[in-house]
């Protein structure tokens, strides 16, 4: 039992070393062809939302839970891609 923990023990920080040592920082590119501008904002209270069973086209059973407490921000934008 002892050694077992040290081998998780001593995977645990192999693990955490590896992954501090090979982080690197990830630069992203300019934003080319897409614009978005917002269509309304709206504020609205508590919502509690539940769809328990939904049987869809291909008979599978859909899921839906939405809960929130408080005031929340409602943002409606329209984004718009180039093609290509």
């Known amino acids: 039992m002892r050694r077992k923990l040290m081998l998780v023990v001593l995977f645990g920080a192999a693990i955490t070393i590896s992954t501090l040592y ?10 080319v062809g897409f614009s978005s501008s917002t269509v309304g904002v709206g504020r609205f ?5 539940a769809n328990t069973l939904a049987l869809g086209k291909a008979g ?6 939405q809960r929130s407490q408080g005031l ?5 934008v329209s984004n718009t891609w180039q093609p290509g």
């Open 45 to 49: 209270g508590d919502i509690d939302v």
């Open 60 to 65: 599978t059973v859909w899921l839906s839970e």
């Open 72 to 76: 929340s921000d409602l943002y409606v």
């Open 22 to 31: 090979l982080a690197k920082k990830a630069w992203a590119t300019a934003s």
